[in-house]
């Protein structure tokens, strides 16, 4: 267990890192313990992101995470090799009590959204050549092979 600051810094650190969409954090544990203080220190670190409070909708853990097994069984979810923590959990899912990392998982499918299309992909790539086409700076000279 962490203490607010440990918290708040770890959570700055992993948003700077991996530019998520949205944090979700539980509904009573973020208004009670850490909405003030993200605002507040998104404010001082000039660091802003989107924060989603969601509800266990009364439902257990265990429960939450049973909401995932389609996706399991899809292949729709994968763990990296070094994701020893969640790779435990999922190894122990049912003979363990140690289920915090699936539990927060299992928010996924609420917040997740679908990629974008091939087609979507190529037309955005085709403006950006269309846009591009004409402008030449260094900066474009860096980036036109990317396009």
């Known amino acids: 267990s962490w203490e607010q600051p440990e918290f708040v810094n770890f959570l700055f650190q992993q948003v700077q890192k991996w530019n998520p969409r949205m944090v979700v954090i539980e509904g009573v544990l973020f208004s009670h313990l ?4 993200l605002v507040r220190e ?30 399991f069984e899809a292949g729709q979810i994968f763990f990296h090799q070094e994701q020893h ?9 049912g003979a363990s ?9 299992a928010y996924g499918p ?3 959204r679908n990629p974008p299309s091939p087609e979507i992909v190529r037309n955005i790539r085709t403006a950006n050549s269309v846009i591009m086409q004409d402008r030449h ?11």
């Open 34 to 37: 850490y909405q003030h203080w």
């Open 42 to 71: 998104m404010s001082s670190r000039r660091v802003r992101f989107n924060i989603e409070a969601v509800s266990t909708r009364q439902k257990a853990k265990a429960e939450r995470i049973m909401g995932l097994a389609h996706y």
């Open 85 to 93: 923590d969640i790779i435990q959990e999922f190894k122990e899912f």
């Open 97 to 105: 009590d140690n289920i915090h990392i699936l539990d927060a998982l």
């Open 110 to 112: 609420e917040f997740w």
């Open 137 to 147: 700076t260094g900066y474009s000279q860096m980036y036109d092979d990317d396009i």
